[in-house]
Every structure is written in structure tokens, then in C-alpha cells.
């Protein structure tokens, strides 16, 4: 998705992480925290009540362990939000990401559900603790096998292809062994592994809780085909939110499908596992953008694609925004749908929305886009010279 000389941006949220780090600034209303900032680059905003909410919906909810998918989102303050809410296992893919939960919270319990992993990360991973990996092929077992000392105590999560279906993000096509090599990797990875499980993701954003069920029933079809017994069923992340235009089912749901499914389908005794990664970091994050410019219906605005708008951009996700003024007159009743641009000089850099705003929205203006704690701040770039290291919390606890 991005090209490599962009990678060091998006790796900033890992610069030295402490557990003393100083807290952040915090506001009660982001109108607050417009009003004191005096630079000029972008804000970004976490909500610890909506995070927390987030949480709530999931811990003692969820039929099974949850894991956290750490790179919907690995700022420090949205890690420790949710360990203070009892979600204390990590779905980590890379040597920053298992450094950065392990400084933060030392023994941690992480997975490595990352199917394609180098050496030396599955090597790091198993001395920080790590015993659950995921692998999709022969290869990579082998990798796992001999970058642990052919350990006898490991936990292996074999990634399923699912056939598509049900998301707005399908994530099949990359990773995931297909039906006849998965049964294969079952039976060959029995005898050395402690325990064995299968995993899969039904794509992220999926709105249909069927989804879940028909890939709980496709893992039942390729477990009975290998003949082996399993002890783990990992249903992956995908779980929605509620953008605009794009009303969700209420979580218990897919909880009462995944629950029913996994009985229907006799994983009743199995460990089972969830790896949320947006439905529990989207609603507590924003991004606080100003206004340079207004043309017509467009608006100019110091955050863009190559920053945290890239599903608005290449997506074309319409996010709710709210317009803050600093000052009189108070913003007309009335909306007007407006696309945006981002800062940097590339045509690529449009949202075309439309983002309904007062129709009088005007340079110096700044615009709340929300919902952007999953794959926003994390997915930001610092292309053209344009980035915001200003993260703030807003602490209204009416949110
Ligand atoms: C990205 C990812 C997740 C999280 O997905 P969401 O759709 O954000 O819930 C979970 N598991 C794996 C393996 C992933 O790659």
C-alpha cells in the first residue's frame, strides 16, 4: 500500500515509548483545545470515555479472549485506555509493535498473528515471551520451528483463505492457505506443535454477522477434512463501526451469530479468540483540521490523505465532521456538502465526500473529523513536509 520511503512516518507513533512518558494535554472539549494551540499543523484528538465504551462492549461480552490488533491504532494513551479496561492481550505483526506493548506493560500476553514473519521477528518474539504465531505455509511452520529452537511449547494459528464476502474492506487475497493445503498444514503441523488452532479475518468493516458463521462453518469443513483435533478458533478482527451512510448491527449480534455458530459448528470446547482492531479504537479518535482555503464546495485543509484522511481519500469513506469556529459570527444554520483537499501538492490528495458542513464554513475554520482512531493517525505520512505530532485527550466524559 505505501511506498518505502514513506515508511518512516507511518512508524513515528514508536519513537521511544516509557511508561513514564509525560500524559498528554488535555481539554474538556476540542473546542478547548483549538482555542489553546497555537501552531499550525493538524490536531489529533483521543476521547478516553468513547474508548472506554468501546472496551465495555467488548470485555465480558465477547464469546472468548480478546486481543487488541495493534495496528488499528498504537498510540501509547489508546494501549493503556484499553489495559485499564481488561483488554490485556495484543495481536502484535512486527519487532516494534511487541517492543512497544512490552515496554508499556511488561508481560504482557501477546500473539504474532502476522502470517509471514522474518527470522529474526519470530526469533524476538519468542525470547519477549511469545508462544502463539500464525502461519499459512509449510515454509513458514518450518521458520517458526527453527527460529525457536524447535520449542515444544508452541501455539500455532493456522491463517484460513476465506471465500469473500460480507465486508466493505475484504482482506482475503494476500494471506490465508486455501482449502486442500490448509488441511495439509493441519495434519503436518499436529504432531509438533502444542496446541493448534485455525484463524482467519472476514475483512475489516464487515457489516454481515453471517460472515462469521460461514467462515466458523468453512474452518469446521477443512478441520474434518485433515482429521485432526484443534484447541483454538481465532475469528480475527472486522468487527464495524457506524459511519454515515453506513448503519452497523449492534455488537450482541455478531456475538449471538459467532456464539450459536460456534456451537452449531462443535468448536463449543475450543479456545476461541477475537482480534478486534477498529471496533475498539475508531469512535475515540478525531483529527481537528483547519480551513486554509475555500473554493465553491471545496475546502482546502491542513490534514489530507498522506496524513490520517487516507480512507476518506482512497476509499472514499464519508466520516461525520463537525465545524468549530474561534470566533463570531456563530456558523450558519444551514449544510452545504463540500469535498476536501488535503495539504500536499499531489491531485491524489481530494475526499470527495461530500462532508455536510455550515454552508458559510470559511478559512480559519476548523473541521472534526471523527471516528479515525483505527487506521488514521497510525496510517499518517510526513509526504510534502506536512504532519502533526500535537495529540491531545478531550476529557468530556458526556461524549
Ligand atoms: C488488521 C487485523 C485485525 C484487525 O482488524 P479490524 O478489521 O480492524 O478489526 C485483526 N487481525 C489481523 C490478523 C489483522 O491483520
Known amino acids: 500500500m505505501f511506498n518505502s520511503n514513506l515508511m ?10 516509557h511508561t513514564e512518558a509525560p500524559a498528554l494535554p488535555a481539554f474538556s472539549t476540542a473546542a478547548d483545545a ?3 494551540y497555537s501552531g499550525d499543523d493538524h490536531i489529533y484528538a483521543l476521547y478516553p470515555s468513547k474508548i472506554k465504551a468501546a472496551a465495555r462492549r467488548f470485555v465480558g461480552r465477547f464469546p472468548g479472549r480478546i486481543l487488541f490488533a495493534v495496528k488499528s491504532n498504537p498510540h501509547p494513551e489508546m494501549l493503556k485506555i484499553l489495559w485499564e479496561e481488561g483488554v490485556d492481550t495484543f495481536d502484535v505483526a512486527s519487532i516494534r509493535e511487541m ?10 500476553k501477546m500473539y504474532l498473528m502476522h502470517p509471514i514473519k522474518s527470522r529474526a521477528t519470530i526469533a524476538r518474539a519468542y525470547s519477549l515471551g511469545i508462544r502463539d504465531f500464525s502461519f499459512d505455509h509449510e515454509d513458514e511452520l518450518q521458520k517458526i520451528y527453527d527460529c525457536t529452537g524447535e520449542a515444544g511449547d508452541l501455539n500455532l494459528h493456522l491463517r484460513l483463505s476465506l471465500p469473500s464476502g460480507g465486508a466493505v474492506m475484504p482482506l482475503s487475497g494476500k494471506f490465508g492457505a486455501e482449502f486442500d493445503a490448509a488441511v495439509a498444514l493441519l495434519k503436518s503441523a499436529r504432531p509438533r506443535v502444542k496446541s493448534l488452532g485455525i484463524c482467519f479475518h ?20 477443512i478441520v474434518d477434512a485433515s482429521g485432526v483435533d484443534i484447541d483454538s478458533v481465532d475469528i480475527g478482527g472486522g ?30 470446547a475450543v479456545e476461541i479468540i477475537g482480534e478486534p482492531g477498529r471496533a475498539l479504537c475508531a469512535e475515540g479518535g478525531a483529527t481537528l483540521a483547519r480551513i486554509e482555503l475555500r473554493k465553491g464546495h471545496d475546502l482546502y485543509l491542513n490534514d489530507g490523505t498522506y496524513g490520517s484522511l487516507f480512507d476518506a481519500g482512497q476509499f472514499a469513506w464519508k466520516f461525520p465532521v463537525t465545524l468549530h469556529r474561534r470566533r463570531p459570527p456563530a456558523p450558519s444554520q444551514f449544510l452545504t456538502g463540500f469535498r476536501f483537499f488535503g495539504p500536499t501538492c499531489d491531485s491524489a490528495d481530494t475526499m470527495n465526500g461530500p462532508f455536510p458542513l455550515p454552508s458559510d464554513a ?15 493517525q497510525t496510517l499518517a505520512t510526513q509526504f510534502n513536509g506536512f504532519y502533526s505530532t500535537h495529540t491531545v485527550v478531550i476529557t468530556d466524559e458526556t461524549l
Open 239 to 268: 468487527f464495524p463501526v457506524a459511519y454515515p451512510d453506513m448503519p452497523v448491527r449492534p455488537m450482541d449480534e455478531y456475538f449471538d451469530a459467532i456464539r450459536s455458530s460456534l456451537i452449531a459448528n462443535e468448536f463449543g
Open 99 to 108: 517492543e512497544l506493548v512490552s515496554g508499556l506493560f511488561p508481560g504482557a
Open 34 to 36: 483549538i482555542a489553546a
Open 202 to 221: 472476514v475483512g475489516s468493516q464487515c457489516l454481515s454477522p453471517g460472515a462469521y458463521d460461514r467462515a466458523i462453518s468453512y474452518g469446521r469443513t
Open 8 to 17: 518512516p512516518a507511518a512508524l513515528q507513533p514508536f519513537a521511544p515509548v
Open 362 to 376: 470559511c478559512e480559519g475554520d476548523w473541521i472534526e473529523i471523527q471516528n479515525l482512531g483505527a487506521y488514521g
